[in-house]
């Protein structure tokens, strides 16, 4: 079975190839969907978090539940404080990743798709086969964060600044997939790639 790392920063598009990627057939581990349920309801990570960040959480329905604004707005005004979420999620994600591999190996799957924005910055990229990288030109990127998270251009620059460079991703990256035309434009490097994944 072969892996096939997806990464990219933020406003990139890379949730929209993935998806192209999981229509085609081929199995996809979302780190960022994995994130969300351990810090869902009942989720593994949220009573270590509330420990490191005791106002992020709340009992709701005999459930704790994490406020993620609340955890957002600490982690503002505490940077230092990431490392240490970081600490308590990556080992989670890492496990639930190795699960997801293992089922795949058990299936029988020829390739496999692990969709990790900082696939890069925590080394998972040495367990990949080729890595493919989503980029966009800066200003549609700042449009589509701001558009989603109704941020002002100050704060969308500010976030991408907290990420490594699109420049450097794509040093790296053995494959690179551009978003910033049309939708068609990148349904069909997307059917290309996999064409060639399947030669």
Do not use: Y
């Not at 997307?190 to 060639?196: D, F, M, P, S």
Request: charged residues 30%; aromatic residues 4%.
């Amino acid at each position: 079975m072969k892996i096939l790392g997806l990464t990219g920063g933020m406003g990139m598009g890379k949730s929209t190839v993935a998806r192209m990627f999981r229509e085609a057939g081929l199995p996809v581990f979302d780190s960022d969907a994995t994130v969300h349920r351990l810090q869902g309801p009942g989720g593994a990570a949220v009573e270590s978090i509330g420990k490191l960040v005791p106002d992020a959480l709340h009992l709701s329905g005999g459930q704790s539940t994490l406020d993620r604004g609340a955890l957002r707005k600490a982690v503002v005004a505490d940077p230092a404080l990431m490392r240490e979420l970081e600490k308590i999620v990556h080992p989670l994600v890492f496990a639930a990743r190795d699960r997801f591999l293992k089922r795949c190996r058990r299936r029988g799957c020829d390739w496999v798709v692990l969709d990790v924005p900082l696939l890069f910055e925590t080394g998972g990229d040495k367990r990949c086969d080729k890595v493919v990288v989503v980029s966009a030109p800066r200003r549609t990127q700042i449009k589509r964060i701001a558009r989603r998270r109704s941020l002002n251009a100050v704060e969308t620059q500010r976030l991408i600044a907290r990420q490594m460079s699109d420049r450097e991703k794509r040093r790296r990256a053995d494959v690179v997939i551009r978003t910033g035309l049309s939708f068609a434009d990148t349904r069909k490097q997307v059917k290309a790639l996999i064409r060639e994944l399947r030669s």
